[in-house]
């Protein structure tokens, strides 16, 4: 069966430290993989999704990139934090179009 | 440029009765549509999904209705238990993007 991890689970940072959350998933191939974001009292945004290694589409411009190193490793980074990246990070997999979406448990990132 | 819009940030239903939330997307292009449910800290759970050729898809308590001309989706919950309670989102793709509402918080009461 397919999962998907995410870590950490929680995250204090200091502003202008830099960022690395990691997503894999196991028990499948050339899945599309979406960061997504959810800050205080606010919606899922999409930040950027990939639908192969090396492929990134970026939704929102902002201070953080994401890089698909892996077929199925989906990672999230910031040279230097803003308070305004504090948030709930959710990775989530699927296998194409019109299919749902399968999340992980999110990683709490608070920047101090 | 919010292309998923939920419109009621929150909805307050009995144990028992129908709780109807409500969804209204913005791009033609979006053909496929889902609901999600959410706990606090925890990734959304996947609960029900409906195509654009369909108008109407059930799934035990869980019944999404389509209105493309409208651009309107609905999910209604019949009978709501308290275990309902949590925040729901519609999520809507055209292509590889799947775009998320804002969500609407359900409280199921007693």
């Known amino acids: 069966s397919q999962t998907i991890h995410q870590w950490p689970a929680t995250l204090v940072q200091p502003v202008g430290s830099p960022l690395s959350l990691e997503c894999t998933v196991e028990g499948t191939s050339n899945p599309n993989l979406y960061w997504y974001r959810q800050a205080a009292g606010r919606g899922l945004q999409l930040l950027f999704y990939s639908v192969g290694i090396g492929q990134i589409s970026s939704e929102v411009p902002q201070n953080l990139s994401a890089s698909r190193p892996q077929d199925r490793q989906f990672i999230l980074s910031s040279k230097k934090l803003l308070l305004s990246d504090s948030g709930f990070y959710l990775c989530?997999?699927?296998?194409?179009?019109?299919?749902?979406?399968?999340f992980g448990q999110g990683t709490r990132l608070t920047v101090v | 440029d919010q292309q998923v819009k939920q419109n009621s940030p929150s909805l307050s239903v009995q144990e028992g009765r129908i709780s109807i939330l409500n969804c209204d997307y913005t791009?033609?292009?979006?053909?496929?549509f889902l609901w999600y449910k959410k706990y606090p800290a925890e990734g959304p759970t996947f609960l029900i999904s409906i195509s654009s050729i369909k108008d109407k898809n059930e799934d035990g308590r869980f019944t999404v209705f389509l209105n493309k001309s409208a651009k309107h989706l609905s999910l209604h919950i019949v009978p709501s238990q308290p275990g309902d309670s949590a925040v729901y989102f519609c999520?809507?793709?055209?292509?590889?993007?799947?775009?998320f509402g804002t969500g609407t918080r359900l409280q199921v009461f007693p």
């Open positions: 999520a809507a793709t055209g292509t590889d993007k799947l775009i």
């Open positions: 989530a997999w699927s296998v194409g179009r019109h299919t749902e979406a399968f």
């Open positions: 791009n033609s292009m979006f053909d496929y």
